[in-house]
C-alpha cells in the first residue's frame, strides 16, 4: 500500500461519458475562470484519510476517503488563496538533510474548496486545470475520485463533469505527497501555479487542441497552418471550424480588422466521445515577424459549429518566424544570426518560494534582459506557462526542458520512479501545451541523465526525441550532456541539437568529429560568488576564493566540473559555429548550496595565516551541521534581486554597444592599507586607465581574449578609484569607486510606484545603507525594520544572503553588504496609497509611497 498512487492513469487527454443531454446550440459560450480564491488547507491526512489511498482503491467509488468527501468539516483549516507553497513559510531548519534550502517542503498536503455552479451549466463540460501542483496529486469531487498527475512540473487536467452538481453546492479535495530526498534543489510544495475552471459545450476543442506552424514565411506572405483537434462528448456531431486571425498589440489585445479569414474547413464527422482533426491554411500578407527586438504576435480566433450552429470560440496567441540551427553558423531567427546570451533559472521566486506571481517572474526578465539575456533554458522541468507568455511579450527565447533524470535516479524518490509509467504523458503533455509559443526553440528531453554512460542508453534518448517529434516537428530536440563521451558515443546522433554543459574545450572537437551537428553550450560557466564578498590573495586557482560561508566576487572561483565566465568566453570565441550559452545561472535559487554541500575542504586553500584559522574553524563548524546555507552562490543576481559584479562581465560581452565600465571591488578597506589590493575592470571598451586619488596606475588594452582589465599590483589606499574607458580611441565609459563615510541613513527606492489593486501585484523596495553623501556604505550589515500603512501587505524581506536563515516573512532583516528588499503587494479591490517605511538604530529612516490603483 502507498499513501498516494504513484502511477495514476487518468490523465488530460481522457473523455468521460456526458451527464446530461443538452442540445449544444443551448450551451453558454466557452468560459475559463480563475479557481484560485477562498480554499482550505491542512498539512498532513486527518484521522481515517492515509489508510484507504492505495492505487487499488483509489477509482473504486466504494472508497470514501474521509478527508474527500463534501461534509468533512473543514472549518479549522486554514483559509488562503492559491497559488501556494508551504514549504517557502519555513521554519529554516539546520538539521533539515539535503541541499534543499533547509525548508520543510515535503510532506503531505489537502486542499479544500467549496463552490456553487450556477443551473445553467447543467450539460456543459466542466474541467479542473492545474498549472502545476507538487507533487503527486490526487483529486475528488464531491467525494469522487478523478484523477490526478504525480510530476509536480506538468499541467494537467481532470473532469468533474460526471460528479458534479450544477445548480448546487460542490467540493473539490486535493491531496499532494512531496516525498523526502525526492529533489536536488527546493521544490516547493503544494498548488504552486494557477488552477482554472473550464466550461464547454459538448462540442468544444480539446485541451491544446489547435496547433499553429508556419510553414512559410517571407516579407511579403507567411502560410499559417492550423491544426484544430475537436471532441464530442457523449453524442455524435458534424462539425466545421473558421479562423480569424488578428495582430495583437503590446498589451496582448486585438489590433484593427482580421489579417487573414477563412469561413469554414471541410466538414467532419466526429463520433460521441471520440476526436476528429481540422486542418486551415490561412496567408497572412506582409507578416510582422516575432523577434527578439519587436515581439509581434498574431491571434488565431477558431470558431467550432456543428450542423452550423456555434459550439465553442478559441483564442490561440502566436508568432510569425522562423527559427533554425546552423551547424556553421549557430541560432538563426528570421534568417539572422542570434547569439544566445542564455542562462538557466530555476522556477522559485526568491523570498516567495515557488508560488507563481507574474510581476516576480516580469521582474527577474526585466534584470536580465537589462543585463543582455535574449535567452531562457528552464531547468530542468517544464515552466510555468506564465514564464512563457512573458518571454512571447517581452522578446526571450526559450529552451523548453523536461526531466533531470530518466529510468536512473540522482534522488531516492526522484522522477525516476515514474518515468516507466509517466514520461511519455508528461513530454506530450508539455509539448501540445507549449507548441504555439513563438518564443519556445528547441525541446530538450533532459538534463545530465546518468544513461550518458550505458552502452545502450542512446536508445532511450532516440525514444523520447521521437516523441518529441511526434508531436512537433516544427523545433529541434535536444539534451543537455556533461560526459565528454556524450559527444561521441552515440548519444550525438540521436538528437537535433547538440547541447553540452561545462566543456567549452570539446566544442571544436565535436564539431570536427560531427560537422552536420549544431552546438551550444546548455549549461556553462558555473562560477561561484557572494554579492560584495572579496577574498584575499586572489587567486586564478578555482577551487579558492571561499571563507566564512561566503564565496568572493572576485568571479575568478568555480566547483571542479566549472570554469569562471572567462573560459567559456574563449571557448566560445575560438569556435564560432558555437550558437551561444545558457550560464549557470541568471538568479540564485534556493537550494544547492555548493561549496557548502560537501567537507568544504577548499575553505583551508587560503594562504593569509589570519583567514586559514578562520576558514579552519569554519570547517569544524560545517562537519557538525549538514550544511549552514539556504541558497546558491551560482547565480549573476542574487537570491532578492540584487546584481553581483558578473552581471557587468556579461554585460559588457552581451551588450557590446552599451557605453558602460564596473570596477570592482569596492574601496573600503581600512585593515589593508598598504596591502596589494587587485583592482578589475568589466566593461565593454576595449582599452581604459585606472587612476587611485589622481595617480594613474597604468592604461591596459585588451587582448584578443581578455574579458576583463586587470591591475593586480594596486596598493591599497583610502580615496577615489577611477577608470576612463575607451573604444577605438574615442573615451567610452568611466566608473569610480570610493572610500566612503559612517552609516549615517537609509536610501529607499520602488522598482515601481504604481500598482494595480488586484491582490497579485508587487513592488520591489530597495533599501540601502548610505552614508551622509548618499554613498552606498558596502560593508554594512544594520538592521533594517520594516512597516506598512495603507491597502497592502509586506509579503516577504530579504537581503542576498545565502546564510541567512531568517524567515522570509520576518519585517525585520539585516542588511547584507548595504543592501536589503521588502517585497510589498497589494489587496484586491482596495486602491489608495501604500506606504513603505525603513528605520535602523542610529540611522535616518526613509519611506517611499506607492499608489494601488482599483479597476
Known amino acids: 500500500m502507498t499513501l498516494l498512487p504513484r502511477s495514476l492513469t487518468t490523465i488530460a487527454f481522457g473523455v468521460a461519458v456526458l451527464c446530461g443531454a443538452a442540445h449544444a446550440a443551448d450551451m453558454p459560450a466557452r468560459e475559463r475562470a480563475s479557481f484560485d480564491a477562498d480554499w482550505r488547507f491542512a498539512k498532513g491526512d486527518p484521522a481515517g484519510s492515509a489508510a484507504q489511498l492505495d492505487d487499488a482503491k483509489l477509482s473504486d467509488p466504494a472508497t470514501a476517503i474521509p478527508a474527500a468527501q463534501p461534509g468533512f468539516d473543514d472549518a479549522a483549516w486554514r483559509k488562503l ?75 494537467w487536467r481532470v473532469d468533474l463533469t460526471p460528479y458534479a452538481k450544477p445548480g448546487g453546492d460542490n467540493v473539490v479535495a486535493i491531496r499532494l505527497d512531496n516525498p523526502p530526498h525526492s529533489s536536488r534543489w527546493y521544490p516547493g510544495g503544494g498548488i504552486y501555479r494557477n488552477v482554472w475552471l473550464v466550461k464547454t459545450a459538448p462540442v468544444h476543442v480539446a485541451q491544446y487542441g489547435t496547433y499553429v506552424t508556419t510553414p512559410q514565411v517571407s516579407k511579403d506572405a507567411a502560410t499559417v ?19 480569424e486571425i488578428y495582430a495583437l498589440d503590446a498589451a496582448g489585445k486585438r489590433s484593427g480588422a482580421p489579417v487573414a479569414h477563412q469561413a ?54 502566436f508568432g510569425i518566424r522562423t527559427a533554425t540551427f546552423d551547424p556553421a553558423r549557430g541560432f538563426l531567427l528570421n534568417g539572422q544570426r542570434v547569439p544566445l546570451n542564455g542562462v ?81 504523458k508528461d513530454l506530450r503533455a508539455q509539448i501540445r501545451r507549449d507548441r504555439n509559443h513563438p518564443s519556445v526553440i528547441a525541446w530538450s528531453t533532459g538534463n545530465e541523465i546518468p544513461e550518458q554512460g550505458r552502452p ?82 586572489v587567486s586564478d586557482d578555482k577551487a579558492k576564493g571561499a571563507a566564512n560561508f561566503q564565496v568572493s566576487s572576485y568571479d575568478l572561483t568555480a ?76 547565480g549573476i543576481v542574487d537570491l532578492a534581486g540584487f546584481k553581483k559584479d558578473r552581471f557587468y562581465l556579461y554585460q559588457a560581452r552581451w551588450r557590446p554597444d552599451l557605453p558602460m565600465a564596473h570596477l570592482l571591488p569596492h574601496w573600503n578597506w581600512p585593515e589593508r592599507v598598504r596591502q596589494v589590493t587587485p583592482v578589475h575592470l568589466y566593461t565593454s571598451g576595449d582599452e581604459a586607465e585606472l587612476f587611485l586619488n589622481g595617480k594613474s596606475l597604468g592604461r591596459k588594452k585588451r587582448g584578443p581574449r581578455d574579458y576583463r582589465l586587470r591591475w593586480d599590483d594596486v596598493v591599497y589606499q583610502p580615496g577615489t578609484l577611477k577608470a576612463v574607458v575607451y573604444k577605438h580611441g574615442k573615451r567610452w565609459a568611466e566608473d569610480t569607486v570610493a572610500t566612503t563615510g559612517q552609516a549615517a541613513k537609509l536610501v529607499v527606492s520602488a522598482d515601481r510606484t504604481k ?101
Open 344 to 424: 538557466c533559472m530555476h522556477h522559485d521566486l526568491g523570498a516567495l518560494g515557488t508560488a507563481i506571481n507574474v510581476r516576480a517572474l516580469e521582474r527577474q526578465l526585466e534584470v536580465l534582459r537589462e543585463m543582455g539575456t535574449n535567452a531562457i533554458r528552464t531547468s530542468h522541468n517544464p515552466p510555468a506557462p506564465e514564464l512563457l507568455d512573458l518571454a512571447d511579450r517581452m522578446g526571450f527565447v526559450v529552451l523548453d526542458e523536461a526531466f533531470d533524470m530518466w529510468h536512473e535516479a540522482k534522488t531516492p524518490n526522484d522522477y525516476h520512479l515514474s518515468f516507466d509509467a509517466w514520461h511519455e
Open 755 to 855: 500598482l494595480t489593486a488586484d491582490g497579485h501585484d508587487l513592488a520591489f523596495v530597495t533599501v540601502a545603507i548610505a552614508d551622509k553623501d548618499g554613498r552606498q556604505v558596502p560593508r554594512s550589515h544594520d538592521r533594517i525594520a520594516f512597516k506598512l500603512s495603507g491597502p497592502g501587505e509586506i509579503v516577504a524581506t530579504d537581503n542576498g544572503d545565502a546564510t541567512n536563515l531568517e524567515p522570509f516573512q520576518s519585517h525585520e532583516r539585516n542588511a547584507y553588504n548595504g543592501l536589503a528588499l521588502a517585497i510589498v503587494k497589494t489587496r484586491a479591490g482596495e486602491g489608495g496609497k501604500v506606504t513603505l517605511t525603513a528605520s535602523a538604530d542610529g540611522l535616518e529612516g526613509a519611506q517611499v509611497t506607492l499608489d494601488s490603483v482599483a479597476h
Open 81 to 155: 488563496d492559491l497559488p501556494h507553497d508551504w514549504g517557502i513559510e519555513g521554519p529554516f531548519k539546520q538539521e533539515y538533510p539535503g541541499e534543499t534550502g533547509k525548508l520543510p517542503w515535503w510532506g503531505v498536503g489537502w486542499y479544500r474548496k467549496h463552490f456553487t455552479l450556477p443551473a445553467a451549466d447543467a450539460g456543459r463540460r466542466l474541467y479542473l486545470d492545474i498549472d502545476g501542483a507538487m507533487s503527486h496529486a490526487a483529486v475528488w469531487i464531491n467525494g469522487h475520485y478523478v484523477g490526478g498527475w504525480p510530476y509536480g512540473y506538468a499541467s
Open 225 to 243: 497552418s492550423i491544426q484544430t483537434t475537436v471532441e464530442s462528448d457523449g453524442q455524435a456531431a458534424q462539425v466545421q471550424v473558421a479562423t
Open 559 to 634: 566547483p571542479p566540473w566549472a570554469t569562471s565566465p572567462d573560459v567559456e568566453f574563449k571557448g566560445q570565441d575560438d569556435n564560432p559555429f558555437v550558437a551561444g550559452e545558457f550560464v549557470w545561472t541568471g538568479f540564485d535559487y534556493l537550494g544547492e548550496p555548493t561549496p557548502y554541500n560537501d567537507d568544504a575542504t577548499n575553505l583551508l586553500n587560503f594562504t593569509d595565516p589570519a583567514q586559514q584559522q578562520r576558514a579552519a574553524q569554519e570547517l569544524a563548524t560545517l562537519k557538525k551541521i549538514a550544511m549552514p546555507s539556504r541558497s546558491s552562490y551560482f
Open 264 to 317: 469554414a474547413s471541410a466538414s467532419a464527422k466526429v463520433v460521441a466521445d471520440r476526436q476528429a482533426q481540422l486542418t486551415q491554411t490561412l496567408t497572412v500578407p506582409k507578416p510582422h515577424l516575432w523577434s527578439i527586438a519587436s515581439p509581434q504576435r498574431y491571434v488565431a480566433v477558431t470558431t467550432v459549429t456543428d450542423n452550423g450552429k456555434v459550439t465553442d470560440v478559441v483564442e490561440t496567441p
Open 456 to 537: 545502450e542508453g542512446w536508445k532511450l534518448a532516440a525514444h523520447l526525441a521521437e516523441i518529441a517529434r511526434g508531436e512537433d516537428r516544427t523545433r529541434p530536440v535536444t539534451s543537455a550532456y556533461n560526459h565528454t563521451e556524450s559527444g561521441y558515443n552515440g548519444f550525438q546522433n540521436v538528437v537535433d541539437l547538440f547541447g553540452y554543459n561545462y566543456k567549452p574545450g570539446e566544442y571544436g572537437k565535436v564539431h570536427a568529429s560531427a560537422p552536420y551537428l549544431p552546438i551550444f553550450g546548455s549549461e556553462t560557466a558555473s562560477t561561484i560568488s557572494s554579492r560584495g564578498e572579496y577574498f584575499f590573495p
